[in-house]
Structure formats: structure tokens, C-alpha cells
């Protein structure tokens, strides 16, 4: 699809962001800045992105509204292809079904991007299908998936340089390959929620998979673990200290 690139007037503009359900925190210039659930900018920091993406060709999978696609390309991306087939078709995605594309439709046009959308299902990517990528963003989808490792597959596929997945993490103080596994709503009261891989775990699944190389980027310290739990505890749930986000990256 092309992108439009028309800017509303700031008025119209403000009163489109207040009647969509946000996921992404997006900066769209004059004071308005998208009220996501999500903590956007934080979630940034933690990814470990070249500064400069100057020239890169950038695949972001399950881009939902698209901050980190609009991210990509501010920092010098070449082209910047998103993909979302789960939150982008009807019905609507997530808990209590506020996932849609109108998000990332609206910033697209407010941001005058070129970002492009691609509707394929993610089992269909493939070189073949959507050529290769210097950069592969999968972040927050793989623990979403029931059987995450033919979407590994496939996301691995399409690498050229560097795949960065971002997860929620369970085991976070083994050392061996391991995964937690959800039945239920166990996390978040959330049933889309299925895994809790390791760093370890995701070092081999990636080295198996032919990159060369595997940084951990980022695993949540264990005191902001705790202090997480501690809170989570007083409102009834479990201690479970070995969970939190993890950051890693495959490089070919
Ligand atoms: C927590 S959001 C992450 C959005 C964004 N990538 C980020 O990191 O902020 C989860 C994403 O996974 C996608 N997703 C969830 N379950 C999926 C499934 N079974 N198949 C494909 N995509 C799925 C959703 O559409 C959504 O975009």
C-alpha cells in the first residue's frame, strides 16, 4: 500500500489520536504524543538499535502501531517495511480486542513516513515472498505465539544482518536453555501469553539457525525484578522473580 502523506491540521488531528485505543507512545509532533499502554521510549532504550540506520533495509514484525517502524526510519533506514496480519485484520487484537490498524494509519500520515505495510500472515515471509533484510525487528511477539519456532524460522529467514527479538522471559537466573510455559492466564491474566524462553534458550535456538553470533542486549536487573514481584504480590499474585523482558540479537 502507498502511504499517505497529507498531515491533518492539528485540531482534526488531536481529536483522531483521542478516539483510537493506543498501543504505541508516538511523538507526532506539535505536543501530541499518542497515549499508548505501552512504555514506548522505554522499550527503546533497552534494544540495543544502531544509532544511526543509515542506508539499512528494516522488517519489523507484529509492528502494531508502529513506533518502532517510524523509529527505523527516523534514524536513517532506507526503506522500513511493517508487518502485523494479527492486530492489523479484523477482529480486532488483544485483551479485551483494542488492537486494530487505525494506530498506525493515522501516525503514518500525521509523520508524512514512508514506512510501507505489507498484509501477509507470518508464516508466509520468506525471502521469496518478501526479500531479505539487513534489520529484522521481533519484539514482544515470540511469548504470543503457541509455537513460536516455524515463526523463528521465518523471521531468521529474511535476516541479512541482524535479528533483534524482544520478550518477556522466564528462568532468568538459569543458565541452561529453558521456557516457561503458560497455560491459561497465568501471565497478565493474559491468554495470548504461552512462553518465558531464557537468554540461553534463545542463544541456541539462534545458533542453530545459522547466525553466527548471539549478544544478550538486555536481561531486567534482578532488583527491578523483585521490587516488580514485590508489587505484583501485594495485589495477590505470585513472587516470581525470574520473570522479565529480555533483549537479544542474532548476527549473521
Ligand atoms: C505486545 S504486541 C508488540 C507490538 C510491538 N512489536 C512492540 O514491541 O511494541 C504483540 C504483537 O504480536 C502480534 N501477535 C500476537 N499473537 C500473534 C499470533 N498468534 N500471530 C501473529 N502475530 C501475533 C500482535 O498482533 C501484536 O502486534
Not at 221 to 226: A, C, K, Q, S
Amino acid at each position: 500500500m502507498t502511504p499517505a502523506t497529507e498531515r491533518p491540521a492539528r485540531q482534526e488531528l488531536r481529536k483522531a489520536v483521542d478516539r483510537i485505543h493506543w498501543f504505541h507512545r508516538i511523538d507526532l509532533g506539535d505536543g501530541i504524543v499518542t497515549p499508548g499502554d505501552d512504555e514506548s521510549p522505554r522499550k527503546l532504550e533497552s534494544l540495543g538499535l544502531p544509532a544511526s540506520l543509515s542506508g539499512k533495509t528494516v522488517l519489523d514484525v507484529g509492528a502494531w502501531d508502529g513506533f518502532f517502524s517510524f523509529e527505523s526510519e527516523r534514524r536513517g533506514a532506507s526503506r522500513v517495511v511493517a508487518v502485523d496480519p494479527e492486530c492489523w485484520r479484523p477482529p480486532d487484537w488483544g485483551p479485551g480486542g483494542f488492537g486494530s490498524r487505525a494506530g498506525f494509519d493515522l501516525a503514518r500520515r500525521a509523520l508524512g513516513s514512508e514506512v510501507e505495510d505489507v498484509d501477509i500472515d507470518l508464516l508466509d515471509i520468506g525471502p521469496e515472498s518478501l526479500g531479505r533484510f539487513d534489520v529484522v525487528l521481533f519484539l514482544g511477539v515470540f511469548y504470543h505465539l503457541p509455537d513460536p519456532w516455524p515463526y523463528l524460522d521465518r523471521v531468521a529467514s529474511v535476516t541479512a544482518e541482524r535479528l533483534v527479538i524482544e520478550t518477556h522471559a522466564d528462568f532468568l537466573d538459569v543458565r541452561r536453555p529453558a521456557m516457561a510455559y503458560y497455560p491459561g492466564t497465568e501471565i497478565d491474566g493474559d491468554d495470548s501469553n504461552w512462553w518465558g524462553p531464557n537468554a540461553a534458550l534463545l542463544r541456541a535456538a539462534l545458533l542453530e539457525r545459522g547466525f553466527s553470533r548471539v549478544e544478550v542486549v538486555h536481561q531486567e536487573r534482578y532488583g527491578y525484578r523483585l521490587a516488580r514481584a514485590a508489587r505484583g504480590r501485594l495485589r495477590g499474585g505470585g513472587l516470581r522473580t525470574q520473570q522479565g523482558r529480555l533483549v537479544v540479537h542474532g548476527i549473521r
